[in-house]
């Protein structure tokens, strides 16, 4: 009986002694289960898995467990390791805005800038505002055709460098593109050749020797006749129309000498036109507007497509500007293009800047 117990006795102390041998989980620092993690992962975005097709089973009632129970650690570690891991729709996104920012910063233009205007790319030194100028989508429906590639003789790039400092001048004072000013008074230039060197010249010095009263008198009538009414006239070397700069004097655009804006006088106005500062002066007016006008509507052109644009309207006048925006009405997206004059612009801009800036 007593050899019974004793043998029941041992077998009990090795019971005991086995259960104390047994290895107990670490509470500090439990191992991950990996088929944990890779749940955990899984359904960590739960918006994606259902657009996958995931389907969710349903987590049936559990008990609570004992404080300090090393699963839960496990299971805590796990989760602080999938919070802390970057969604990936959130990812792309900051990816996506990390690259425009850096694009844009490689593409920004290191042209040196004059005057206070919108657009303000009125000194670019020769082969560096080519090379630099933002490259962007906007205009890109803009084509000149052939018929557009004509190249301005050596003439009139002499006498757009001969004039370059009263058009910088005058680009500072408008805030205007100086080359969009030069292309203007370029092409017009460039069409006093051959026999339109006698005509322009002789009308010019008419103009010049009319008299105060001759002129008020075409006022008055206002016939819509060159022959009849000097107002529909143009004058000096950007064949600036009478009638434009005496608007343009009316509203405080332009400034002549001698001839105020409450009542201006003709004669005045044509003798400024004449000379090489009153040429620029009133181009650079007339840019201006162009500038004024457009402003809203050519966000994101590259510095060639805007000024041809502002070229156009100096050749077209208000009839450009009014159809650009019958267009717009009728097609919110439609892209304002430059037509004649802004195209020839386009063609010969290179050696423009090289007449304007090259010592």
Known sequence: MYAAKDHESSQAEAKTQGRANQKKPESSSPRINPLWLQLATSYAHPAEQWAGGSNFCVQTKLDIGAPNDPYEKEADQVADIVTG????????????????????????????????????????????????????????????DKASATNYDAKTFGYISSIRSVIKSAANQKGAPALAIAGSIADEYNTRRGYRV?????????????????????????????????????????????????????????????????????????????????????????????????????????????????????????????????????????????????????????RLQDALYRV
Do not use: W
């Open 85 to 144: 891991m970057p969604q990936p729709g959130i990812q792309r996104q900051q990816l996506q805005e990390e690259e425009k920012l850096r694009t844009a910063e490689e593409s920004s233009t290191v042209c040196s800038e004059e005057g206070a205007g919108l657009f303000n790319i009125t000194s670019c030194e020769p082969d560096t505002c080519e090379a630099t100028a933002i490259t962007t989508a906007a205009g890109a429906s803009c084509a000149c």
């Open 198 to 350: 006698v005509l322009d010249a002789a009308q010019d010095t008419l103009l010049d020797l009319l008299p105060e009263s001759f002129i008020d008198v075409d006022r008055f009538f206002d016939f819509k006749s060159k022959l009849l009414n000097t107002m529909e006239n143009d004058v000096g070397n950007a064949n600036i129309n009478v009638r434009t700069a005496l608007e343009l004097v009316q509203r405080g655009e332009l400034t002549v000498p001698g001839s105020p804006i409450t009542d201006p006088e003709i004669n005045r106005i044509i003798d400024f036109l004449l000379t090489d500062r009153g040429t620029a002066q009133a181009a650079a007016a007339v840019i201006a507007r162009a500038q004024g006008l457009f402003a809203g509507y050519l966000h994101g052109y590259p510095p060639h497509l805007f000024e041809s644009i502002f070229v156009t309207y100096f050749k077209q006048g208000e009839n450009y500007y009014t159809r650009a925006m019958e267009n717009i009405r009728a097609n919110p997206n439609h892209e304002i293009c430059p037509g004649d004059g802004g195209c020839r612009f386009i063609n010969n801009r290179s």
